[in-house]
């Protein structure tokens, strides 16, 4: 009888142990589903979710915030302002009083994000600068920010307000940022430079006196490219706004604009200037290509005066339909 009973209470325990393998393999297969369908979700979430936007794209869209006049810029002197109440600092004119302004984009301290900069026909500049989800304005005026090259750099004058005889100190400088803070580098500076002359008195590089030579080293090895500046308006009524005008024109003169050649001592540059823009009485604009001679000026520096030396073509651009034409002035018929 106990052999019996003992025959029993073994296979009651077999019985057991089959019935919690397969509790088991059910539990797990059940987690592997859920698993699975866990995942599969995860990858339809991830598929719905929108690429957050760069800092960088982010910048270009609160640029054209500021443009619009949808949000106030931090200038370093006047404090939170709108960008048409930015001064330049020449002649006092605000941005929004100025009719012809231009613009160049470029990342002027390598960090990825690009700065606005906006120039007037006095060539004074304002620099936009994002930082920590705001803009910030820099001015400077036509002497301290002279010209502005692609990389950031850009060149100055002065001039003693002692000396009669023209001589100026020019130098290269470079613009970095420290948080809202705008610092300016010198790169180098050349003392007492007379127009058209061969020597400086002094040469600096990075404000070590150095030799001529030490500078010319530098100079050829350091070759800039100026930047190139369009047409831009902070506000336009018509479909055609001035940007959009100048890149008709020179499309229509085959892009011919900032394109140099040059000749013994002096470069030809050719510019596309938005001379008129549209009134109530005539929605055109007008479109000038004017021909610059520009000659050497110690080294690579270049002057010139700031009136074209030819006006090769006249431009009609209708504001509405964007249609362009070239224009010839219409000659006396001698009546009335």
């Known amino acids: 009888m106990k052999k019996y009973i003992a025959l029993l209470l073994c296979f009651i325990m077999i019985l057991s142990l089959f019935s919690c393998k397969s509790d088991q393999n059910q539990n797990d297969l059940s987690s ?82 690009n700065e606005y900069v906006i120039q007037s026909p006095q060539r004074d500049h304002i620099i936009l600068r994002y930082y920590d989800g705001n803009i910030y304005s820099y001015s400077f005026d036509s002497k301290s920010l002279y010209r502005l090259n692609t990389d950031g750099t850009f060149y100055w004058y002065s001039t003693d307000s002692d000396s009669t005889n023209d001589a100026k100190t020019i130098g290269l400088n470079r613009i970095t940022f420290d948080s809202s803070f705008a610092v300016i580098k010198e790169i180098y500076r050349l003392k007492d430079v007379f127009k058209y002359a061969e020597y400086a008195s002094e040469y600096y590089l990075e404000d070590r006196q150095v030799t001529r030579e030490e500078y010319l080293g530098y100079y050829t090895n350091n070759r800039k490219t100026w930047a190139q500046f369009t047409p831009f308006d902070v506000s336009c009524q018509y479909p055609i706004n001035t940007e959009m005008a100048w890149k008709i024109a020179d499309d229509y003169l085959g892009n011919i604009d900032e394109r140099r050649e040059g000749a013994a001592g002096t470069t030809i540059v050719y510019k596309v200037v938005i001379t008129e823009k549209p009134s109530e009485d005539d929605e055109y604009y007008c479109a000038e290509l004017q021909e610059f001679h520009y000659h050497h000026w110690f080294d690579g520096w270049q002057v010139s005066s700031s009136e074209p030396i030819y006006i090769l073509e006249n431009l009609r651009i209708n504001a509405i339909t964007g249609e362009c034409r070239e224009y010839v002035d219409p000659i006396p018929d001698g009546k009335g």
Request: glycine fraction near 6%; aromatic fraction near 4%.
């Open 32 to 113: 592997n589903e859920n698993s699975d369908s866990t995942d599969i979700n995860d990858d339809t979430t991830n598929d719905n979710i929108a690429p957050q936007p760069s800092e960088a794209e982010i910048a270009m869209e609160m640029y054209e915030a500021v443009i619009k006049g949808e949000t106030c810029v931090f200038d370093e002197q006047l404090g939170e302002i709108s960008l048409s109440d930015c001064r330049f600092l020449t002649n006092n004119v605000t941005v929004g009083e100025c009719e012809f302004i231009n613009k160049a984009i470029l990342d002027m301290d390598g960090d990825g994000i």
